[in-house]
């Protein structure tokens, strides 16, 4: 991997850098959608890569379940058994200790699976995660972390965060004996918690492991905790991480999250979100969430976005038409899914464009104005816009909205 940093905001600490991996260049700060078994839901490699998407990411313990690694090795690794050819990030099987806990144990050895499928026990170690890796052939491979819930409390969260670095070693290892550090990045998850103390042991650990590990992940978030929380987690681990690798949030999808992300330091994120959203009739806009299920759309024959690229906006599907189909027939599913990557991606992109401009600050202040009009502005995002320069109530007469921020009422919203 090759990362230059290309410009750095003079007001915040958002930056953007060009990442050169085996399957090609990808422009920072990014997010990556969702591939949980090497697809996007309603799309085909070929359809993501015209939207622009430079890497995306598979689902580890998915993958292995189904196909598994003997039919990926004989079809040569991921890329190949799904027909994509730009950049690949694998996640480790991690967060499935969380999200599959009910049917997992963990040791110091791994994590013992029982399978969703057919209830056989499988054992997860982090030698094991990281030869699953290898035969899926991703750019960026995780280390495998134990991860616990956000909202975890008490002497599990430090076991966690200890076991997690004991992990990190063993990954490591396993990554040089295989001989693959050449064509396969190895990140490291910070985990703690919400616990600045156990952050800060973490950091500390990690970085000591920097010549072994081509960039950092901030794992253990986005799991319910209070966002007034999450930043300042965010910011505590993205102020210390080295500069000269790359910083990736993982499981951040809200345009809001992003951008205060983004100015904190962070590198990348990724999210089911917009994907997910999208198949529940949602498009995302920078006038904020639209529901086409609502019957005010239903002879609106406007596009979602007469601004948007997408192939769904430029190709005269209304509104309309989109509220007509939306619970009935999945190529709505599918256009919606197409306009939200891109909202995703022209979302960064114009941060990246905006950070190189210089004018990073302004354009953050024009985001919030647009998206949350009277909504109010979430009071977490102004907390952390004001620790890093920008004040989003400088000038402005706006309601802000106390804790975790305006909550988009799909039901009545526009």
């Given at each position: 991997?090759?990362?230059?940093?290309l410009a750095k905001c003079p007001t915040t600490k958002a930056r953007v850098a060009r990442m050169k991996l085996p399957h090609g260049e990808t422009m920072l700060p990014t997010f990556m959608p969702v591939a949980t078994q090497a697809a996007?839901?309603?799309?085909?490699?070929?359809?993501?890569?015209?939207?622009?998407?430079?890497?995306?990411?598979?689902?580890?313990?998915?993958?292995?379940?189904?196909?598994?690694?003997?039919?990926?090795?004989?079809?040569?690794?991921?890329?190949?058994?799904?027909?994509?050819?730009?950049?690949?990030?694998?996640?480790?099987?991690?967060?499935?200790l969380v999200s599959l806990s009910k049917f997992t144990t963990i040791t110091e050895e791994g994590a013992l699976f029982e399978s969703p499928f057919t209830g056989e026990p499988t054992m997860l170690t982090p030698e094991e995660s990281i030869?699953?890796?290898?035969?899926?052939?991703?750019?960026?491979?995780?280390?495998?972390?134990?991860?616990?819930?956000?909202?975890?409390?008490?002497?599990?969260?430090?076991?966690?965060?200890?076991?997690?670095?004991?992990?990190?070693?063993?990954?490591?290892?396993?990554?040089?004996?295989?001989?693959?550090?050449?064509?396969?990045?190895?990140?490291?998850?910070?985990?703690?918690?919400?616990?600045?103390?156990?952050?800060?042991?973490?950091?500390?650990?990690?970085?000591?492991?920097?010549?072994?590990?081509?960039?950092?992940?901030?794992?253990?978030?986005?799991?319910?905790?209070?966002?007034?929380?999450?930043?300042?987690?965010?910011?505590?681990?993205?102020?210390?991480?080295?500069?000269?690798?790359?910083?990736?949030?993982?499981?951040?999808?809200?345009?809001?999250?992003?951008?205060?992300?983004?100015?904190?330091?962070?590198?990348?994120?990724?999210?089911?979100f917009p994907t997910r959203t999208a198949r529940f009739g949602v498009a995302l806009t920078f006038n904020g969430p639209l529901n086409l299920k609502l019957q005010k759309h239903n002879k609106d024959l406007g596009p979602i976005d007469e601004?948007?690229?997408?192939?769904?906006?430029?190709?005269?599907?209304?509104?309309?038409?989109?509220?007509?189909?939306?619970?009935?027939?999945?190529?709505?599913?599918?256009?919606?899914?197409?306009?939200?990557?891109?909202?995703?991606?022209?979302?960064?992109?114009?941060?990246?464009?905006?950070?190189?401009?210089?004018?990073?600050?302004?354009?953050?202040?024009?985001?919030?104005?647009?998206?949350?009009?009277?909504?109010?502005?979430?009071?977490?995002?102004?907390?952390?816009?004001?620790?890093?320069?920008?004040?989003?109530?400088?000038?402005?007469?706006?309601?802000?909205?106390?804790?975790?921020?305006?909550?988009?009422?799909?039901?009545?919203?526009?």
């Amino acid at each position: 991997m090759e990362f230059e940093i290309l410009a750095k905001c003079p007001t915040t600490k958002a930056r953007v850098a060009r990442m050169k991996l085996p399957h090609g260049e990808t422009m920072l700060p990014t997010f990556m959608p969702v591939a949980t078994q090497a697809a996007i839901k309603g799309l085909t490699a070929q359809q993501v890569e015209s939207l622009g998407i430079t890497l995306m990411l598979n689902n580890t313990y998915h993958l292995n379940l189904r196909p598994g690694i003997k039919v990926l090795d004989k079809a040569g690794g991921a890329h190949k058994f799904q027909g994509w050819t730009k950049n690949l990030l694998t996640d480790s099987g991690g967060f499935q200790l969380v999200s599959l806990s009910k049917f997992t144990t963990i040791t110091e050895e791994g994590a013992l699976f029982e399978s969703p499928f057919t209830g056989e026990p499988t054992m997860l170690t982090p030698e094991e995660s990281i030869s699953i890796q290898h035969s899926i052939g991703a750019d960026i491979i995780m280390q495998l972390d134990d991860v616990v819930s956000s909202l975890t409390v008490g002497p599990r969260v430090g076991e966690a965060m200890e076991r997690s670095v004991r992990w990190l070693d063993r990954c490591i290892a396993q990554h040089r004996r295989a001989g693959k550090e050449g064509t396969q990045n190895l990140f490291a998850i910070v985990q703690g918690g919400l616990d600045p103390i156990l952050r800060d042991r973490c950091l500390e650990e990690m970085i000591k492991r920097k010549e072994g590990v081509a960039g950092y992940a901030i794992g253990g978030l986005s799991g319910g905790e209070e966002k007034d929380v999450f930043w300042r987690v965010i910011k505590q681990c993205a102020d210390k991480l080295p500069e000269e690798r790359p910083r990736y949030s993982m499981g951040i999808g809200f345009a809001e999250d992003l951008l205060v992300c983004v100015a904190l330091g962070v590198d990348m994120a990724d999210c089911v979100f917009p994907t997910r959203t999208a198949r529940f009739g949602v498009a995302l806009t920078f006038n904020g969430p639209l529901n086409l299920k609502l019957q005010k759309h239903n002879k609106d024959l406007g596009p979602i976005d007469e601004n948007c690229p997408c192939p769904t906006c430029t190709s005269g599907t209304s509104r309309a038409m989109l509220h007509h189909i939306v619970t009935l027939e999945t190529a709505a599913a599918h256009a919606l899914t197409q306009h939200n990557i891109v909202f995703q991606a022209q979302l960064m992109g114009r941060a990246r464009d905006a950070i190189m401009a210089g004018n990073f600050p302004d354009y953050l202040r024009t985001f919030f104005k647009t998206y949350f009009g009277k909504a109010g502005y979430p009071e977490w995002c102004v907390n952390a816009l004001r620790s890093v320069g920008v004040d989003l109530l400088e000038n402005v007469e706006a309601q802000v909205v106390p804790g975790d921020g305006a909550k988009w009422e799909y039901s009545d919203a526009s």
